[in-house]
């Protein structure tokens, strides 16, 4: 557990201090708006695009973690601003000091779940096979050949190669998802302490719910928690304040185009990175040349990852097939994968051929019948969400409308393309932003009646 606790800390103070470097670089005039939690799933972003891009060369294992770790203090003594920051870290009022108590508590309980035995079959099937191999080799031409699944390329593999602290400890420490779930489940914990009323509420009911969801899967390094981590961070950030669209938009840019390389499920995302940048700059093309460099930056490393691995832009997407490299996966060994992944979703018991034959009404049943009591709740309540949705943004400013407007429709987008493959593991952190949405109601029925009261005296 000590180890884990230092393995945080390095990792924490890398992101961190990467994330605040290219903020100060971008979005300087903005700097003192980003928070430690932006600054850290910023810095963790970036780092994963450079991963992708050093494993196309090199192997990622420790000396990347030192080459990392060297950036960070290099950025830091050559520039006064970022050290400041810092060091506000450190100064801590009298609610911080509370905070920070029940925070260390999490702090612990990480640590204790980040070295338990992963619960995640996926893990000893290929997730940690593909950690070993981009640990001692740059990316291999045609591996998916091998197995199937080591062509999966999502960007936790290579984070995690790159922060399994094996050349410190003498073993792999996945800490990637259990660091990124602490950090989020104290950032809603702060929410929670800061705001009053139903946006505390909906936060503290996300944290619970969250946990008992995931809590199991963060000593795996598994591509489920991560990216539902960066959804439901941004969704709820709009939430809590639109304006932050403005005040803070490398957030809204960087995060949403890293996010595919996580998990392509959460693609809908972009559609905040994109609204950010027309509100930015309404001519064409400056948001394409900006949109072009944050894509080839975030996105490119890792789509050129997919070709060599499986010789498929995106794996295992059949549908888009436009490469004929000799290492190339046979399109028919593609359908397999994928046809599994749908199929297993709706019905693990049976043949893909049987799953996928079946209509809509033959398989929602069968599927509804397996879950959960709680998940059928929030299934129901995510389905009325356009309503109680529709409810909120009619409550909420003008102003405000198009931001709460976009994050809802992109919750409402990721449980459609869900749909296809419905284990909740898969997108739990859209259906439950959108299953908490009547909480949100509270706060704006409460001002109603009050307005009713006042007007009616």
Same mark, same amino acid.
């Given at each position: 557990m000590v180890a884990v606790i230092i393995c945080f800390i390095v990792s924490l103070f890398i992101f961190l201090n990467l994330?605040?470097?290219?903020?100060?670089?971008?979005?300087?005039?903005?700097?003192?708006?980003?928070?430690?939690?932006?600054?850290?799933?910023?810095?963790?972003?970036?780092?994963?695009?450079?991963?992708?891009?050093?494993?196309?060369?090199?192997?990622?294992?420790?000396?990347?973690?030192?080459?990392?770790?060297?950036?960070?203090?290099?950025?830091?003594?050559l520039h006064s601003k970022l050290r400041e920051k810092l060091k506000k870290y450190f100064i801590l009022s009298k609610t911080k000091k509370t905070f920070l108590i029940i925070s260390f508590l999490f702090l612990l309980i990480f640590s204790i779940y980040a070295v338990m035995k992963p619960s995640n079959y996926d893990t000893y099937l290929y997730h940690m096979s593909s950690i070993q191999w981009i640990e001692q080799y740059k990316v291999v031409p045609g591996l998916a050949n091998m197995q199937e699944r080591l062509g999966f390329n999502s960007s936790v593999f290579v984070l995690s190669a790159g922060f399994s602290f094996n050349s410190w400890f003498g073993q792999n420490l996945f800490i990637i998802n259990s660091l990124s779930f602490l950090v989020f489940s104290v950032w809603l914990l702060w929410i929670t302490f800061r705001q009053k009323g139903a946006l505390g509420l909906f936060a503290l009911l996300f944290l619970y719910f969250f946990l008992n969801q995931y809590t199991t899967h963060i000593s795996s390094p598994g591509s489920d928690v991560l990216p539902n981590i960066f959804i439901g961070y941004l969704l709820i950030s709009v939430v809590l304040n639109p304006d932050y669209l403005k005040s803070k938009y490398l957030l809204f840019v960087i995060l949403p185009l890293f996010g595919i390389t996580l998990k392509i499920s959460i693609a809908p995302v972009i559609l905040l990175s994109i609204y950010v940048l027309l509100q930015r700059d309404r001519n064409v093309w400056q948001l394409v040349k900006k949109g072009a460099f944050f894509g080839i930056a975030l996105v490119f490393p890792w789509l050129i990852r997919n070709i060599v691995l499986s010789g498929y832009l995106i794996y295992p997407m059949d549908e888009i097939d436009l490469f004929s490299f000799e290492w190339k996966v046979p399109k028919e060994k593609v359908v397999f994968v994928k046809s599994w992944i749908y199929s297993w979703a709706k019905d693990p018991t049976k043949d893909y051929s049987v799953v996928l034959n079946r209509s809509f009404g033959e398989w929602f049943p069968i599927w509804w019948s397996k879950l959960f009591s709680i998940n059928k709740l929030f299934f129901i309540s995510a389905t009325l969400a356009p309503t109680f949705g529709t409810i909120y943004?009619?409550?909420?400013?003008?102003?405000?409308?198009?931001?709460?407007?976009?994050? /809802?429709?992109? !919750?409402? $987008?990721?449980? #459609?393309?869900? @749909?296809?493959?419905?284990?909740?593991? /898969?997108?739990? !952190?859209? $259906?439950?932003? #959108?299953?908490? @949405?009547?909480?949100?109601?509270?706060?704006?029925?409460?001002?109603?009646?009050?307005l009713l009261l006042f007007y009616g005296q």
């Open positions: 994330g605040n470097a290219i903020i100060l670089k971008i979005d300087n005039r903005n700097f003192d708006n980003y928070n430690l939690f932006d600054s850290f799933f910023i810095g963790l972003a970036l780092t994963g695009a450079f991963l992708n891009l050093w494993s196309l060369f090199l192997p990622t294992n420790g000396t990347t973690l030192l080459v990392l770790f060297g950036l960070t203090i290099l950025s830091l003594s943004i009619f409550w909420k400013r003008k102003e405000q409308k198009y931001p709460l407007i976009l994050a /809802f429709l992109i !919750g409402y $987008i990721c449980v #459609l393309f869900w @749909l296809k493959a419905p284990d909740f593991r /898969f997108s739990f !952190g859209v $259906i439950l932003f #959108l299953a908490l @949405l009547p909480i949100l109601l509270l706060e704006s029925v409460q001002r109603y009646f009050r």
